[in-house]
């Protein structure tokens, strides 16, 4: 069974930081990508960075540039989202996604669509 599950999130004071974690199983950790998504309240899911299994390329939309750091380890079957300098826009539903397509990790803004996996969603709040 493909499972991700999402930890890290919580309460933090602007200019904090945080790193979330995707854990993965029952996936060939080196076969797919892993992309980062967030979601505030009645918005739209949007995604933040994607990281490849194939070259370990990296991206982040523009929101994140900067601020966010995509890591994974592969022995460990997890992805991390290093966030600094959190900013209260920061606040969301995080969620992590395996992307298991030919090419994985072309756009860190890429719809929601046509990932394999989802994870359940780990919250952050930005606030004083």
């Known amino acids: 069974q493909v499972q991700l599950v999402e930890s890290g999130g919580g309460l933090v004071q602007p200019g904090g930081s945080l790193r979330l974690s995707c854990a993965t199983s029952g996936f060939i950790f080196d076969f797919i990508g892993i992309s980062w998504f967030r979601q505030a309240p009645g918005k739209e899911r949007e995604g933040i960075s994607c990281?490849?299994?194939?070259?370990?390329?990296?991206l982040y939309a523009d929101s994140a540039k900067g601020r966010f750091t995509i890591s994974r380890d592969n022995a460990k079957n997890t992805v991390y989202l290093q966030m600094t300098n959190l900013k209260p826009e920061d606040t969301a539903v995080y969620y992590c996604a395996a992307d298991e397509r030919e090419v994985p990790c072309t756009d860190a803004n890429d719809p929601p669509v046509g990932f394999s996996s989802w994870g359940q969603g780990t919250q952050v709040t930005v606030s004083s």
């Open positions: 990281i490849s299994n194939t070259d370990g390329r990296t």
